[in-house]
């Protein structure tokens, strides 16, 4: 494939609203809901943290990237999806007699901060939204890699989960994550990635919080480290555990 290049980089987490905030590793206990500016309050009712903070995201990596967030080919990435409002409505089918609210059901589909973003900012460019367990932050990336392989130009991918609810906080209890990266095909000015394969194994440098972990975008940190830090060479784009999927980070 054809390297593609990072302009931009889109993170959000409770207790740090944005890259320069992570960076600077004090969080903010203010920090506990994604601005998401991109979509008004009126079509923002009902949508969940989870589809704002990849909303949050996006705008982050296309502003910093000098992408048009109109007409962007967007990438969402979940493991979890939208599982908060899905447990709510199973509470509801149990709890209420079976009554479903219609503004819960259609934002409990996977696609559903796709469809938001996508009408909040009336782009009608490419998307699609991928589930890859805990290897959705590879995943993503590949889908997007192909696709400016393919046909050029620019994309942005938001990788994210929200922390569980009850009861599924007692199978994994992991913290809620974002991040975005906006990319262009091709050897533009910037961190750039090369040489996708899989390797037995591979050197990590990114710090992870213990309570990140299980989230699918904590594997998209070691990536977001490197080019944040500028630091060139084989970067893993997978969870620390099984085969390995790295490439080749070289600064522009």
């Known amino acids: 494939m054809r390297p593609i290049t990072i302009t931009g980089l889109g993170l959000w987490s409770p207790g740090f609203a944005d890259v320069a905030s992570w960076r600077e590793g004090r969080p903010d206990p203010g920090v506990v809901k994604p601005t998401c500016r991109l979509v008004d309050a009126r079509l923002k009712r009902g ?7 990849l909303g949050e995201v996006v705008e982050q990596a296309c502003v910093a990237g000098g992408l048009d ?3 962007v080919p967007t990438f969402y990435g979940s493991s ?8 709510s409505l199973l509470r509801m089918l149990c709890d209420e007699e079976g009554k479903l609210s219609p503004n819960r059901f259609k934002n409990s589909v996977h696609n559903a901060a796709s469809g938001l973003l996508s009408i ?5 460019s490419f998307s699609t939204a991928i589930a890859g367990g805990v290897r959705t932050f590879e995943t993503t990336l590949i889908e997007a890699w192909v696709y400016l392989s393919d046909l050029g130009g620019v994309a942005v991918m938001a990788v994210g989960d929200d922390e569980p609810p009850e009861p599924l906080d007692t199978l994994d209890d992991h913290g809620g994550l974002a991040l975005g990266f906006a990319l262009v095909a091709g050897e533009a000015e910037g961190p750039r990635l090369h040489d996708l ?3 037995p ?4 440098h990114a710090r992870v919080p213990a309570d990140l972990r299980g989230n699918c975008a904590s594997a998209g940190l070691e990536l977001f480290d490197a080019v944040l830090s500028r630091r060139a060479g084989t970067v893993a784009l997978s969870p620390p555990s099984g085969a390995q999927l790295v490439a080749d980070l070289r600064m522009g």
């Open 120 to 124: 909040g900012t009336e782009n009608r």
């Open 69 to 71: 967030v109109t007409s």
């Open 197 to 199: 394969r899989a390797v």
């Open 201 to 204: 194994e591979v050197t990590r």
């Open 47 to 53: 949508s969940s943290r989870f589809a704002n903070s």
């Open 80 to 87: 979890l999806g939208e599982i908060v409002t899905m447990v």
